[in-house]
């Protein structure tokens, strides 16, 4: 079965510093997607980016962007020139890409985020 | 309104008690979930509908039970809940089933649930 690990509980950086959150997976495929997810203290987990495990160019979205690692199972978020509403827990996901179609996506335990002014 | 809508936003209910969680959906999506976020625990999938058809029941106890009248509504009801059912119980769809493409969910706001 399919892992996700985030190691970091909790991280804290200076406002308009960057900061990068790390993940770390364990599968036996070869395509799989991989995805962040934010969820504010509202509650609502939004999309943050996502990443194809076919295309080795790393996604990028305005401040946020990935290294993505294929052979060390590893998907860090960077996010640049924090803002104070960036402050909230950060779950890393995965989810295979089989043709089955019956994949789950598998969520980490997430990181906590917190923007010090 | 649009997006992902989940009433009540918080819940407490005795162990005896039935209630029901609800969620809404107005993107027109075709596939619909369940949630549930413990503290410290990755999220659970508890249920998926495709097409208002349930197409999987992760292992969920009896006293969950989910209901898809259509592809915009989903409801979990809940029955002699356990105090270690608390939690929060996130809604989500996606306009892909579950498996296909990259599957991407939008999410409610979820429903804290507490009992007693």
């Known amino acids: 079965a399919q892992t996700v690990t985030q190691s970091q509980p909790e991280m804290s950086v200076q406002e308009a510093e960057t900061v990068t959150l790390s993940c770390t997976y364990d599968?036996?495929?070869?395509?799989?997607?991989l995805f962040w997810y934010k969820q504010p203290p509202s509650r609502q987990m939004i999309l943050v980016i996502r990443?194809?495990?076919?295309?080795?160019q790393n996604a990028t979205e305005n401040r946020f962007s990935v290294n993505f690692q294929k052979a060390a199972k590893s998907f860090s978020l960077k996010i640049s020139d924090s803002q104070l509403g960036d402050a909230a827990m950060y779950f890393c996901?995965?989810?295979?890409?089989?043709?089955?179609?019956?994949?789950?996506?598998?969520f980490g335990t997430g990181t906590r985020l917190t923007i010090i002014p | 309104e649009t997006g992902v809508t989940q009433t009540p936003r918080h819940l407490v209910m005795g162990m005896t008690n039935k209630k029901s969680l609800k969620c809404e959906q107005h993107?027109?999506?075709?596939?619909m979930y369940w949630y549930k976020q413990s503290a410290k625990k990755p999220l659970e999938l508890m249920f998926v509908?495709?097409?208002?058809?349930?197409?999987e029941n992760n292992s969920v106890p009896s006293r969950f039970s989910p209901e898809c009248p259509n592809s915009s509504h989903l409801f979990l009801h809940l029955h002699t809940l356990q105090p270690e059912d608390s939690a929060l119980y996130l809604c989500?769809?996606?306009?892909?089933?579950?498996?296909?493409?990259?599957?991407?969910?939008?999410f409610g706001a979820g429903s804290r649930l507490t009992v007693l």
């Open positions: 989500a769809s996606s306009q892909d089933p579950q498996g296909v493409g990259a599957n991407v969910l939008t």
């Open positions: 599968t036996s495929e070869s395509d799989y997607y």
């Open positions: 990443q194809e495990a076919y295309k080795q």
């Open positions: 996901a995965y989810r295979g890409r089989s043709n089955f179609g019956n994949e789950k996506l598998t």
């Open positions: 993107l027109g999506h075709n596939a």
């Open positions: 509908y495709n097409f208002k058809e349930q197409t």
